[in-house]
């Protein structure tokens, strides 16, 4: 497991460095969480031993020594919601104010200036990350919601699901045709809300500048189903 600060087809201008580049995880070594935020012993990142040395070795390669940080907090916890599910949980990192910020913070400084007016936040927990980053930015938060969720008239995007299909919906008018959008969820799984939330969007003439994520599963090969939009993160997971 890697935990790392990921680019693909940008179409902004070019980021700081420090946010470009891989982070070398292999010198330090896989943790278990402590028993204070688990009963179970969880197998975390190869990053997740946060110290001063690591802390140390990230500013030397010109890395972002807040990542180490950010991978840390986030617990995983096993056959959630049912067997076989490496279940990525970020409550751990909302409890931790230093990594909260850090999390927003790195997004804050890749999207500000960029002419960006609308950041979209899917359901549910892009809600969390969202609007600190729109705020952040001046841009405006538009919630990607569940069916039947939101009270107004609605433009809505199916997508598929292992078994069915699902909605993602907006309020009509929330966005304008020629606005420049980042789209925010917590994790990038096998891509399809995503890949909804994008054609919701381009299907009113939003520019997609950017998805963002703060963790993937890229054996899932989520970002596949991205087309052309490029996809932002800040940490990888095997979720073995």
Do not use: W
């Not at 279940?87 to 400084?109: R, S």
């Not at 008239?153 to 907006?170: A, N, Q, R």
């Amino acid at each position: 497991m890697q935990s790392i600060v990921s680019s693909h087809h940008l179409c902004l201008a070019p980021p700081p460095p420090v946010l470009c580049q891989r982070l070398l995880c292999h010198r330090v070594p896989s943790i278990r969480l402590p028993s204070r935020r688990s009963t179970t012993s969880l197998r975390l990142f190869p990053c997740a031993a946060v110290s001063r040395e690591s802390e140390m070795a990230a500013k030397e390669d010109g890395q972002d020594p807040r990542i180490p940080k950010i991978a840390s907090s986030i617990r995983v916890i096993p056959d959630f919601p049912k067997p076989g599910i490496m279940f990525q949980d970020i409550t751990t990192l909302l409890l931790d104010t230093e990594a909260f910020k850090d999390t927003i913070d790195v997004f804050v400084e890749r999207y500000k200036g960029k002419g960006i007016s609308v950041v979209a936040g899917v359901e549910a927990r892009g809600f969390i990350f969202g609007p600190p980053i729109a705020l952040a930015i001046g841009a405006k938060f538009v919630p990607m919601r569940k069916p039947k969720k939101l009270p107004g008239k609605v433009i809505s995007e199916e997508y598929s699901l292992e078994y069915g299909t699902d909605k993602i919906e907006m309020h009509v008018g929330a966005v304008e045709p020629g606005e420049r959008a980042i789209i925010i969820d917590d994790l990038i799984a096998t891509g399809g809300t995503l890949a909804a939330a994008i054609r919701l969007l381009e299907r009113v003439g939003v520019k997609i500048v950017e998805c963002a994520c703060v963790i993937e599963l890229p054996e899932l090969k989520g970002r596949e189903k991205l087309g052309e939009a490029p996809l932002f993160i800040l940490v990888a997971s095997d979720a073995a």
